[in-house]
T-cell receptor, first 109, second 113 residues
Framework: GQNIDQPTEMTATEGAIVQINCTYQTSGFNGLFWYQQHAGEAPTFLSY??LDGLEEKGRFSSFLSRSKGYSYLLLKELQMKDSASYLC??????????WGAGTKLIIKP | NAGVTQTPKFRVLKTGQSMTLLCAQD?????MYWYRQDPGMGLRLIHY???????AKGEVPDGYNVSRLKKQNFLLGLESAAPSQTSVYFC????????????FGEGSRLTVL
């Protein structure tokens, strides 16, 4: 079966750095995505990795290791508005997205 | 700039009632999707469409029907609602040129009593 694993909940302090991990086992791989979802709102696209390595976009970075079936989302200089759920999704061999259950990130002052 | 719009935003149904959720996008996207989101689970694909007049089943299609009569609209129907269909439903779209990014509507919260 296909599986995406990420921690259910994480807590971090405003101004700090947090890393949210995602491991996957899918039938094929055609890219990994991170989305942000604030409570009661729609998911919004953060990043896309298809090759190994680090993609940096402002305060957010995403890393991929295809051989390990592993990715992480790194958030720097945390702000209260970063409190949200972060969804990891993998596009499989049929180009369908398989979604993780999401990681709820709580930012404390 | 409306993007993806879902109606209604909230609805309460009794078991056995029927209803239709409407998704409209103004970005001329080819692909449209209906997902459901339940606590502790990832988004699950119900049905999708790769173009006007075409639909296909996703991971959890039972109890739902869809239609894509116009390119900009994707309708999700529940013929006989069940409590197991209580969920938040999201519509999403993307262009045919796959950049990977999905554009989501704001969601429709459905409760079946």
């Amino acid at each position: 079966g296909q599986n995406i694993d990420q921690p259910t909940e994480m807590t971090a302090t405003e101004g700090a750095i947090v890393q949210i991990n995602c491991t996957y086992q899918t039938s094929g791989f055609n890219g990994l995505f991170w989305y942000q979802q604030h409570a009661g709102e729609a998911p919004t696209f953060l990043s896309y990795n298809v090759l190994d390595g680090l993609e940096e976009k402002g305060r957010f970075s995403s890393f991929l290791s295809r051989s390990k079936g592993y990715s992480y989302l790194l958030l720097k200089e945390l702000q209260m508005k970063d409190s949200a759920s972060y969804l990891c999704a993998v596009k499989d061999s049929n180009y369908q997205l398989i979604w993780g259950a999401g990681t709820k990130l709580i930012i404390k002052p | 700039n409306a993007g993806v719009t879902q109606t209604p935003k909230f609805r309460v149904l009794k078991t056995g009632q029927s209803m239709t959720l409407l998704c409209a996008q103004d970005m001329n996207h080819e692909y449209m999707y209906w997902y459901r989101q339940d606590p502790g689970m990832g988004l699950r694909l119900i049905h999708y469409s790769v173009g006007e007049g075409t639909t296909a089943k996703g991971e959890v299609p039972d109890g739902y029907n869809v239609s894509r009569l116009k390119k900009q609209n994707f309708l999700l129907g529940l013929e006989s609602a069940a409590p197991s269909q209580t969920s938040v439903y999201f519509c999403a779209s993307r262009p045919a040129q796959d950049t990977g990014e999905l554009f989501f509507g704001e969601g429709s919260r459905l409760t079946v009593l």
